[in-house]
DNA sequence: CTGGCATGTCAACAACTGTTGGCCTACAGT
DNA sequence: ACTGTAGGCCAACAGTTGTTGACATGCCAG
């Protein structure tokens, strides 16, 4: 995709191709892993030169960080169901999820790469816990709540999306909300076990 | 570790070296993942030359599935505690992913390798669903329920094993029988909500 | 003693990788 | 018209990878 350039620019605005670099980059971290994702195949996808991609992030591990900038978008517990908040969470993961190539590129390149692994406990130390933190009753236990709810929601999606366990792909989005939601919403509010 | 040769074999039997090569392939891949677990540096751990790998395995594809022949070893329902059989499920994980890198290994692989998904998808089907179809009231949904089961605890090894989290790694084998037992007691027997 | 087989090494191939530096070219300002 | 510069391409490097085939060597059977 090409995007329009405002009449007036070079032939393409830096900015454009840069973008154009970072879509090709998270699809192909998302489908290969990093490894397997090879800076060729990237260029070739943004419809450039491979040595572009270096003169814009430098080297891989810069282009995998500019392309695994995430943000989860969790919601302001205020404006979650005080009842359900478990189930509204995992609605809101399962939309994430389904909409966005990058949490597939992160976890993948987590799963294999060190660089990767922090860069998940990073995202999951600075949105998750801080949210978690709001909602459950003991405060100084939030990160270990809001490991037991990652724990959860990160299996569940490695099942469906990544491992495509049959059953996991085939269940409505009703009946895993039905499912998890419970687990989450104890995982966050109950007294300890 | 070369394991002792009875008197009259050869320079050293190719068993041992066949068992040598596997044990250095599952380290490999449980430490590296699949593309960074190179076939050199596996020999090298093995003691031998690259070519006898795939002498005796064929290609690194034939290596890997032998290496992550897998047995979950799941206890027959029956010599499980009625009550308590969540709870004991994720005890029996937390040991088996302790206690054998080869879990690692295949779920790292799973993750970033198609055929290694296909491996995980495998072992699930065959030795997870049986398992469960032995314990929850209504067996043809054993399959659903497995997922749900599998979702929580591969999501807390990934967390624990994999990624690090840190509360998840402090926390204790106790805490997290506790929280999580009663999660997969309720995927495995409670009424579908 | 001699052959044959199993166990093993060595050196090389072809493909692919990230990365680099030099060159081209269209546009903007003068 | 001229030139500087930003956007882009090309060709190549150096290293690594999976994989292969030719060659060495110890052991047992005849």
């Known amino acids: ?86 189930a509204a969470l995992v609605e809101h993961f399962l939309d994430r999820w389904e909409n966005d190539d990058v949490l597939t590129a992160l976890l993948r390149v987590g799963v294999t790469n060190a660089a990767g692994a922090e860069r998940v406990r990073a995202v999951f130390t600075g949105q998750m816990v801080p949210v978690v933190a709001g909602i459950c009753p003991d405060p100084e236990d939030a990160p270990r709540r809001a490991a037991l709810v990652s724990s959860q929601i990160l299996g569940m999606a490695i099942a469906r999306y990544v491992l495509r366990f049959p059953p996991a792909v085939t269940m409505s989005r009703e009946d895993i909300v039905d499912w998890l939601g419970p687990t989450v919403q104890r995982y966050l509010t109950a007294e300890r076990p």
């Open 1 to 86: 995709m090409t995007t329009e350039a405002p009449a007036g620019g070079p032939r393409r605005t830096s900015g454009a191709t840069k973008a154009a670099i970072l879509d090709a980059a998270r699809e192909r971290f998302a489908a290969d892993g990093y490894e397997r994702a090879t800076i060729r195949a990237i260029a070739r996808d943004a419809g450039i030169d491979p040595s572009m991609v270096m003169r814009y992030y430098g080297n891989k591990e810069g282009l995998f960080a500019a392309a695994s900038e995430i943000d989860l978008r969790i919601p302001r517990p205020e404006t979650l169901p005080a009842v359900g908040m478990g």
